[in-house]
Antibody, heavy 122, light 110 residues
């Protein structure tokens, strides 16, 4: 079965760029949309954005100016870069597949990684 | 605050039914049949329970059901079990390739 695993530095400094990678195993990354979602401690979920394996991206309006996503189909990986981070960006970051049925990826986040904690602190 | 409104908490006794609401607008919940629900146990990633308003992924018990009326979607858990105690989040497509979540509801099985 398809599994997702997030990786990246767990600590960053204010004003720096946060970089995370999600590795997809047990299946192909192709022909799906893949999302990043975050959750501050004790709070709710926030959609950050998504990327299709064609490279097409959509970002949350509230984060659009700071977010860049990319995909490497040869490695079955996709990545997130969040620039100019502050303490407010401290959260658990999840990657997720968008599915299971709609080819436009509108239906749901059907497979999730376990999440990776990122702390922004000087 | 979250774009979709959920009650902060809900509770029920084992065997009972409980319904959690998720209220949006005609631009999200009311405008599309792309509402999904997620169960999150402490320290774990969310798990998809319902998608496209009322569809259940394989492996999700039929005690979980979803519906929608106007701008409000609902998740009903019937025959409550202790293992259903968790946080539940709704999500909706909001048009223009944008997605929203609710603030979450903590379900307690007392």
């Amino acid at each position: 079965q398809v599994q997702l695993q997030e990786s990246g530095p767990g600590l960053g400094k204010p004003s720096e760029t946060l970089s995370l990678t999600c590795t997809v195993s047990g299946g192909s990354i192709s022909n799906y949309y893949w999302s990043w979602i975050r959750q501050p401690a004790g709070k709710g979920l926030e959609w950050i954005g998504r990327i299709h394996t064609t490279g097409s991206t959509n970002y949350s309006p509230s984060l659009k100016s700071r977010v860049t996503m990319s995909v490497d189909t040869s490695k079955n990986q996709f990545s997130l870069k969040l620039s100019s981070v502050t303490a407010a960006d401290t959260a658990v970051y999840y990657c997720a597949r968008m599915g299971p049925d709609d080819s436009r990826g509108f239906d749901a986040f059907d497979i999730w990684g376990q999440g990776t904690m990122v702390t922004v602190s000087s | 605050q979250s774009a979709l409104t959920q009650p902060p908490s809900a509770s029920g006794s084992p065997g009972q039914s409980v319904t959690i609401s998720c209220t949006g607008t005609s631009s999200d919940v009311g405008g599309y049949n792309y509402v999904s629900w997620y169960q999150q146990q402490p320290g774990k990633a969310p798990k998809l329970m319902i998608y496209e308003v009322s569809k259940r992924p394989s492996g999700v018990p039929d005690r979980f059901s979803g519906s929608k009326s106007g701008n409000t979607a609902s998740l009903t858990v019937s025959g409550l079990q202790t293992e259903d105690e968790a946080d539940y989040y709704c999500s909706s497509y909001a048009g223009s390739n944008n997605f929203e979540f609710g603030g979450g509801t903590k379900l307690t099985v007392v």
